[in-house]
């Protein structure tokens, strides 16, 4: 059994008080006039903090994009490993709640994601960063296999990485749009049912080959 971990003391909570502080002074500016525009100045002065300090826990403005990625990695790898614990619940249930935490993570927060995720795109973090939400979708696809809901023959890691492509390009064109003409958790979904169910409306037809010597003609 792992020990519980020692509480922290008065001068480790006040450090974390002072780098919630900026961090959440600086996605408030983001969201006001982008992350271009806004500065490592107008952070420590939003924050009440010198502007060394800002340096003493980032050291440069990008590295908030980071903690931003991280912070909602932990926020979904927290939500599903909840979800998780629920076994008698198949794959589709699971993956409709993955679907619902990345769209309320966005729409309870649009300002702030329109402007991170520009700043996100533009630094390169989608290619240098490890694609977690294809991996949390993996980890539901694997379960499903497990389970027999799933093909045998099916890569969860091919499909989880397939869900995350769709979710990032359409979470690109929600976060740009200005007036959104379907809410973000209702196009997850159709998304999600695309991936599962296919688009085809009939059945393919099947083509047989015919067996040596067999003439098709008789």
């Not at 100045?41 to 050291?59: H, K, L, M, P, S």
Request: with cysteine.
């Amino acid at each position: 059994m792992s020990a519980e971990p020692a509480p922290l003391g008065r001068r480790e909570r006040s450090k974390l008080r002072i780098k919630d502080r900026i961090y959440t002074s600086a996605l408030t500016l983001f969201a006001e006039q982008g992350y271009d525009r806004t500065t490592v100045d107008q952070i420590a002065e939003r924050a009440d903090v010198a502007r060394g300090t800002f340096f003493n826990y980032f050291q440069r403005k990008e590295d908030l994009v980071t903690a931003w990625a991280q912070a909602r990695q932990r926020r979904l790898e927290a939500c599903m490993e909840e979800s998780m614990v629920t076994r008698e619940d198949g794959v589709t249930v699971h993956l409709e709640r993955c679907m619902l935490a990345l769209a309320e993570f966005n729409e309870t927060e649009r300002e702030v994601t329109s402007a991170m995720l520009q700043a996100w795109v533009k630094a390169g973090r989608p290619l240098i960063e490890e694609p977690y939400a294809g991996r949390v979708f993996a980890t539901i696809i694997e379960a499903g296999r497990e389970r027999g809901e799933i093909a045998v023959d099916i890569d969860p890691l091919r499909v989880g990485n397939i869900l995350r492509d769709s979710y990032l390009g359409l979470l690109y064109r929600w976060s740009q749009s200005p007036e959104p003409r379907v809410p973000l958790h209702i196009e997850l979904r159709e998304v999600l049912r695309i991936v599962l169910n296919g688009i085809l409306s009939y059945a393919r037809p099947v083509t047989y080959a015919p067996a040596p010597g067999m003439d098709l003609k008789a």
